[in-house]
């Protein structure tokens, strides 16, 4: 646990360093158009993907890449870590997210998600301001964008409840495309609320796409069933993985006396 401790103290210290050099990086793209600024974060996130993979030994596994449709898309996510909310983008051409809106208020980081044209929502407003946000995300889906949403809200733990907000299903009706869930295990490996990184195999699921046209009921019911499923059965085979590596490095060590 020492060397796992040591680890993640490095690589969250080249984390924020590799942060701030893609930050400086991209101050040109203010002046280009969006393709710019995202192209900059789908290197930001393939390099700090690479990093957990060199520091951390922590291996990604892309499943099911094959079912991701072209074009407009709804992407539903499990949320268990923050890790999927920058490790997600290389694998579409236009994503896009709904965050919070005190994030536009960063300097620079703030400044390249209003340049992205990401949505920043007011969780204080209330029913008005969950309307003008899936207004906006129909308006930008249908100009060709793939929406990436955690339809539980905010992270939770890998044990937790799972709890749905209903919003996903509004959205899903109001833009009338495919939706892709996604299923993983990432809170196995980067944990929220916590700097510790754990080696191993994070495994990210593309599950099969819902077609436009289902009610709200049926597209909530069915999300939420999937994903909740297919992730239990990806944390069931990390946690196996986790227990035989961290078997091996006790077995390993040195005898005390």
Avoid at 67 to 90: C, D, N, R
Avoid at 110 to 118: D, P, R, V
Wanted: glycine share 8%; hydrophobic share 45%.
């Amino acid at each position: 646990m020492v060397l796992i401790f040591l680890r993640s103290l490095v690589f969250n210290v080249l984390f924020y360093l590799l942060l701030v050099c893609w930050l400086i990086i991209a101050i040109p793209t203010f002046l280009m158009p969006r393709w710019a600024i995202l192209g900059i974060a789908k290197c930001w996130a393939r390099s700090s993907i690479w990093l957990l993979r060199v520091i951390c030994n922590t291996r990604v596994e892309f499943r099911g890449t094959d079912k991701i449709p072209k074009g407009p898309l709804i992407v539903a996510s499990k949320h268990q870590s923050m890790w999927e909310t920058f490790a997600l983008m290389p694998l579409f051409e236009e994503p896009l997210y709904i965050l919070k809106r005190d994030l536009t208020w960063i300097p620079f980081f703030g400044w390249y998600l209003i340049k992205a044209n990401m949505i920043g929502i007011d969780r204080d407003a209330g029913a008005r301001s969950l309307k003008d946000m899936a207004r906006r995300a129909a308006e930008a889906v249908r100009r060709g964008r793939q929406l990436i949403i955690f339809p539980e809200g905010t992270r939770r733990p890998v044990d937790a409840e799972p709890h749905y907000k209903s919003g996903i299903g509004m959205i899903y009706v109001d833009c009338g495309v495919t939706c892709l869930p996604v299923a993983l295990n990432s809170g196995l490996f980067w944990p929220r609320r916590t700097f510790m990184r754990y080696p191993g195999t994070l495994v990210v699921e593309f599950l099969d796409p819902l077609p436009p046209g289902l009610s709200r009921k049926e597209f909530n019911t069915r999300i939420a069933t999937g994903i909740e499923d297919a992730t239990n059965r990806l944390v069931e085979a990390g946690r196996r993985e986790q227990a035989q590596l961290f078997g091996r490095a006790k077995s390993s060590a040195p005898a005390k006396g």
